[in-house]
């Protein structure tokens, strides 16, 4: 299941795409209109850690495909130089991994918060000015329709959780 989120300035488009997304097989029960922050900020606030740990995940591979290949080009040299100890090799390349892991779980987590509270700014001051946020709870296959629905009906921000 994903839930597909959109930020409406407009009553009329908010009940146009409502009608849409019923016409394109979304059950009725699965489409809600929030309007009140406390709602969009329980919603926004329970996908929050989720896309954090995800750009924490993408940066760790990001650090360990950066740094490995250097722990493995100085695992070479120690070796070579100290007529090869394996021990201490293996010890460098272990080193230079957990330093990318390390480092790019950090930036991954730092960039993560900063898109996460971008989007979560963007919804929950949008209501406290009016607006309106439909969230669509759907299968993977019908995401996409309710994605392109609601960006057809002039909604802000659209996108699936």
């Keep these: 299941m994903k839930t597909v989120i959109g930020l409406f300035w407009a009553d009329e488009n908010v009940q146009n ?3 849409k997304l019923k016409e394109v097989g979304l059950a009725e029960n699965s489409i809600s209109v929030l309007t009140r922050y406390s709602a969009v900020q329980e919603l926004l606030g329970a996908n929050q850690g989720h896309a954090v740990a995800k750009y924490a995940l993408w940066g760790a591979l990001l650090g360990i495909a950066t740094f490995a290949p250097f722990g493995v080009a100085a695992s070479m ?35 993560g918060v900063d898109k996460s509270e971008t989007s979560y700014h963007l919804y929950c001051q949008g209501v406290c000015r009016g607006a309106k946020v ?8 019908l995401a996409a329709k309710a994605v392109s629905t609601l960006r057809q009906g002039e909604a802000v921000g659209v996108k699936a959780l």
């Design 17 to 19: 795409s409502v009608r």
């Design 77 to 111: 040299c120690e070796c070579t130089l100290l007529h090869y100890n394996p021990g201490f090799g293996v010890g460098i390349l272990i080193a230079f991994v957990a330093i990318g892991v390390g480092f790019g779980a950090f930036l991954g987590h730092f960039f």
């Design 134 to 141: 439909v969230v669509v709870q759907s299968s993977d296959d």
